[in-house]
């Protein structure tokens, strides 16, 4: 049985280049019945018969001829693939020699690479984290937030607005209202709880299946005294105890049955409410549009989009309008994608420190492919041999590849331990509030990225070296002995890396820079406060046993009385809010014998307070006078305080001394108040934001309904002297007129004012230690090229010198080289940076993306540092002895 | 009689014969049949497979030489994995022969319980 016929005979001359399965097993089966038949025949049989006999013997020849070339053929393949593995473990355990062999230079790449690697996986698997990964809510992606529009801003909404939206909309599967309040926790050790009422719908909205009972049925009520709790306060305060489910605790003295908990991932940040109860509302209330005090949720129907949603919205806020007008001035609606309103803001700025970070790692990428060029050039010689002995360029250039890829894989799982760090750093210091920061980790999706990091960084810096040193012409190699005979100049792979380690390292302390310069900006802000040495904590009183504003006014000024009295506390006093922290509430204002004009909002946040808040914060007097003690006393007139911005906005350049204002109550029956005094502003929502026009009043004369609305809440205020601690002290004084009212929110007044920035400096530091990085690498970087510039050309520089050069003139001529390369670098970068930096748009404070201070110290920095980084080489050079380097190169 | 044989059995039979040295397909089948008698009368074809999985197991291995007759034949040896392959197939294939001869020669009627 020969070869078929249709089969060309050149195909046997394949098995000198590889096997060839199907010839082998023909020849094999030729063999065997060539034998069986000289056998049958030497027992004297006739040949053909013979052959016949063979055959018939043989059995079925097409069958097992087929199963032989399987069982070869699938041999063949898994021959071939463990000779690639072979080659590759080869290759491996050279490179793994050649990095024992050289154990400095292997230690540098990996370090170089493990923190680059390391630093880009941590950012990543924040930026994983807190954008990427999908909120633990089914269908989260229809989750809407609706806002009524304010004038330019977003404010919450009336409970008309939500009866209406909810109502006579078709786009949505459900709606639900919300408002945020705290709770008095009285089990035990009473507590103050962050909390929220919600339309029993609210867990339909965003929905997570109840890890123990259940959720608000829609026939509950307020009246059915029912609460939900947060994984995190049935951990810890009810110690993760099941059978408290079905179990009554103390709310605002009010009992409340537990039905149910929400698992750990319902809670998207640390300041998420703790515990819901149920809204709901009176008929009258269904039909206020005055009050503006809810979030509204919504799921979108699937198939609809937030633009017909919106639309929707529009017709529906319209009919409002037409009904309603004294209730819509400036009003509007705007539905968003809850995921928006939760992550928009760190969207740029977690991208940004990607970025940044991946920069540091392309520099760090561009060193090691600088120093594994200059290695390559000194294996020149090695790499002939091995060429001239007949190891093809493909074979030299995967040696080189993978001995690339064993020190990136080296530097890679090294990175996996820096990023661990990287994240146990930026978990517990990064800004509190950015939602699910703490679930960062290296999940499955964090070790790809590495894992590509790793391999992209490989090829990067492996794949230039590789094929430059392979282009290697033997025979001049050889012939001349080995002396690196290219000089920098024509070195252009080296210089490209240099050049683009300066641009893209300009780029970074650029923007490390704009970063630093709103940082100092913001700094030279004045608060219009003194915080030094004012500490603050929060009471709110329970409205069972403090219900008329009377038994709260009395209380607190109780409070106040008893902190005054601490020892070293020079001034006291209580105001709903401080600047910066708490809640803020404003009204429409009216001025005395002014008409009101229906066009113009006239606002001002009101400031609860007792007399002397002002001057504990240090808050200056403008005109007029401070609240007096007689102003707290029952029967007092009425008077207020504002702010300058008040009177701007409202007054323009009238004395506003004397004039008569009132706000909150209704227009049938105002309540003038006598401005009696005008304070400078202060910083009330951030330094970075806008100071809103503010109206002080003391608390004995708040406007009926004041009080709840302030949730009968207050910060007292106590100032010492800087660094005393006064906390205890405080919360000795509010127990010893109430044990049973929990504290909260106990803090120094610097501390409130350094968390609000908090998260500016988080991005600003890293930013700088980023850009400070990419500077270290870029003049490493430098050193290195320079340094080994200066090392190959020992020969030509001792020829100079002998020639008469003197030693300055050898040293500039070396940095001249770097600074070429640098100002190159430096010229790309800034073209790059021009462009590039308009991305930060409103992250910077007052400082314009290109600004030239950023700009130039940016590049002078760069530029001086690559002086310096050459001036080491430059000086060897200087010192070289021509006889000695002349003699050494014969 | 022809006896259709296990895969198993086969494998055995052609690792022992390969524990003499080496040799090609034909010989194996050759000995085989010699030792056997018509009672192991193997279907010759059935042999190539089964030499092609040993080798694929490592228990052999081949390569091409002359045969006395200058002919191009595929030469098969035992490997060490293979020689240990025999050992421990060997016994258990006595024991199992043993055993079904126990079984056809007995005397006694099986008792009902």
């Known amino acids: 049985m020969g070869h078929p016929p249709n089969e060309p005979s050149w195909r046997r001359y394949l098995r000198f280049w590889r096997p060839d399965a199907k010839a082998d097993v023909d020849d094999e089966l030729q063999f065997h019945l060539q034998e069986h038949v000289d056998d049958l025949v030497a027992r004297g049989m006739d040949p053909l018969k013979a052959r016949i006999e063979a055959v018939r013997r043989f059995g079925d020849m097409t069958q097992i001829r087929h199963t032989m070339q399987e069982l070869a053929q699938e041999k063949e393949t898994r021959m071939r693939r463990s000779e690639i593995f072979g080659v590759l473990k080869q290759d491996a355990i050279y490179a793994l020699r050649l990095i024992r062999a050289n154990p400095g230079f292997a230690s540098a790449i990996v370090l170089t690479l493990a923190l680059g690697i390391g630093a880009t996986t941590a950012i990543f698997s924040v930026v994983n984290s807190v954008l990427l990964r999908p909120l633990p809510y089914a269908d989260s992606e229809r989750l809407l937030v609706i806002n009524e529009r304010f004038g330019e801003g977003l404010g919450q909404a009336s409970v008309g607005h939500f009866y209406d939206w909810s109502e006579h909309s078709q786009s949505f599967t459900a709606t639900a209202a919300y408002q945020g309040r705290t709770f008095n926790l009285t089990e035990g050790e009473p507590e103050r709880i962050r909390g929220a009422r919600v339309t029993p719908s609210f867990f339909q909205t965003g929905y997570m299946p109840p890890l123990r009972g259940r959720y608000f049925r829609p026939d509950e009520t307020e009246a059915s005294r029912v609460t939900v709790l947060s994984y995190g306060l049935w951990q810890t305060r009810f110690a993760g105890d099941t059978a408290i489910v079905g179990k009554e605790i103390t709310l605002n003295g009010e009992k409340h049955i537990v039905i149910g908990i929400t698992p750990a991932a319902y809670t998207l940040t640390r300041f998420d409410e703790r515990l819901w109860t149920i809204l709901t509302f009176t008929p009258e209330q269904r039909t206020n549009y005055g009050a503006h005090f809810l979030t509204v949720f919504a799921k979108l129907k699937p198939g609809v989009t937030l633009n017909q949603a919106q639309r929707e919205l529009e017709r529906i806020t319209e009919d409002i309008r037409r009904r309603e007008p004294e209730n819509m001035k400036q009003r509007g609606v705007q539905a968003q994608f809850f995921s928006e309103l939760l992550i928009g803001n760190y969207r740029t700025q977690l991208w940004l420190l990607l970025s940044a970070v991946t920069f540091v790692l392309l520099i760090g990428c561009a060193n090691v492919a600088s120093l594994l060029l200059a290695r390559a050039t000194a294996r020149r010689k090695e790499i002939a041999i091995r060429g001239a002995l007949g190891g093809g360029r493909g074979r030299l250039v995967r040696q080189l590849l993978t001995e690339s890829f064993v020190l990136a894989f080296i530097g890679g799982v090294t990175g996996l331990l820096v990023a661990r760090f990287g994240i146990r750093f930026l978990v517990t210091t990064g800004p509190a509030f950015v939602p699910r920061l703490t679930s960062a980790g290296l999940d499955p999706s964090v070790l790809m990225f590495a894992l590509g990091a790793t391999v992209v960084s490989g090829m990067l810096f492996g794949l230039a070296p590789a094929l430059r040193a392979t282009r290697v012409d033997l025979q001049s190699e050889l012939r001349v002995g080995g002396r690196g005979s290219g000089g920098l100049v024509r070195d252009s792979a080296r210089s490209l890396l240099i050049v683009t380690e300066f641009a893209v390292a300009l780029l970074l302390l650029v923007s490390a820079g704009l970063f630093l310069r709103s940082a100092q900006t913001l700094q030279r802000v004045p608060l219009g406060f003194d915080p030094t040495g004012v500490t603050m904590l929060r009471v709110a009183l329970p409205p069972d046993r403090y219900q008329s504003p009377e038994a709260v006014q009395t209380a607190y000024m109780r409070i106040v009385d008893q902190v005054r009295a601490i020892p070293g506390v020079r001034a006291a006093a209580a105001s709903t809010r401080v600047p910066m922290w708490g809640p803020s509430i404003d009204m429409g204002i009216t001025v005395d014998g002014r008409p009101r004009n229906p066009d113009r909002v006239e606002t001002g946040h009101l400031r609860p307070v007792t007399a002397g808040f002002i001057e504990a914060l240090g808050i200056p007097l403008k005109r007029g006078r401070m609240f007096r003690d007689a102003d707290l006393a029952a029967g007092a007139p009425w008077v207020v305080v504002v702010n300058e911005t008040f009177v701007r906005t409202i007054f323009g350049d009238e004395n506003p001394i004397g004039k008569r204002v009132y706000g909150w109550t209704d227009q049938a029956k105002p309540e003038w108040r006598e401005i009696v005094g005008v304070v400078g502003d202060v910083r009330a929502f951030g330094q970075e934001n806008e100071m809103p026009p503010e109206i002080y009043m003391p608390i004995t004369q708040l406007p009926q309904g004041a009080w709840d609305a302030f949730q009968r809440s207050m910060t007292i205020v106590a100032a010492a002297e800087p660094n005393a601690v006064i906390a205890p002290a405080m919360r000795k004084a509010v127990s010893a007129i109430d044990p049973l009212v929990p504290l909260f929110d106990v803090q120094t007044l610097s501390d409130v004012v350094s968390q609000s920035t908090a998260n500016r400096r988080f991005n600003t530091q890293l930013l700088t230690f980023l850009g400070l990085t990419g500077l270290i690498l870029a003049a490493i970087g430098i050193y290195g090229v320079i340094a080994f510039f200066v090392s190959q050309r020992t020969h030509e520089i001792g020829v100079r010198v002998a020639l008469g050069a003197s030693r300055p003139r050898v040293i500039r001529m070396v940095i001249r080289q770097a600074a070429v390369l640098a100002l190159v670098g430096i010229a790309v970068g800034a073209v790059g940076a021009w462009w590039a930096t308009k991305v930060f748009g409103t992250m910077l404070f007052q400082v314009g993306a290109r600004d030239p201070v950023a700009f130039i110290a940016a590049a002078a920095a760069l530029l001086i540092v690559a002086l310096a980084a050459s001036w080491f080489p430059a000086r060897r050079a200087a010192r070289v002895e021509p006889v000695k380097a002349l003699a050494a190169a014969g | ?113």
């Open chain 2, 1 to 113: 009689m022809k006896t259709e044989l296990l895969h198993g059995t086969l494998e055995v039979m052609v690792l022992k014969t390969l524990s003499w040295g080496r040799m090609h397909g034909y010989g194996i089948g050759r000995w085989i049949e010699q030792q056997g008698g018509d009672a192991l009368r193997i279907e010759e074809g059935s042999l190539y497979p089964a030499l092609y999985r040993l080798e694929r197991k490592g228990w052999i291995d081949a390569e091409w030489g002359l045969s006395e007759k200058n002919r191009r034949a595929k030469y098969y040896r035992l490997t060490p994995a293979g020689r240990r392959a025999l050992r421990a197939n060997a016994s258990l294939y006595a024991d199992f022969a043993q055993a079904v001869a126990r079984v056809l020669g007995a005397s006694q009627a099986p008792s009902e319980a």
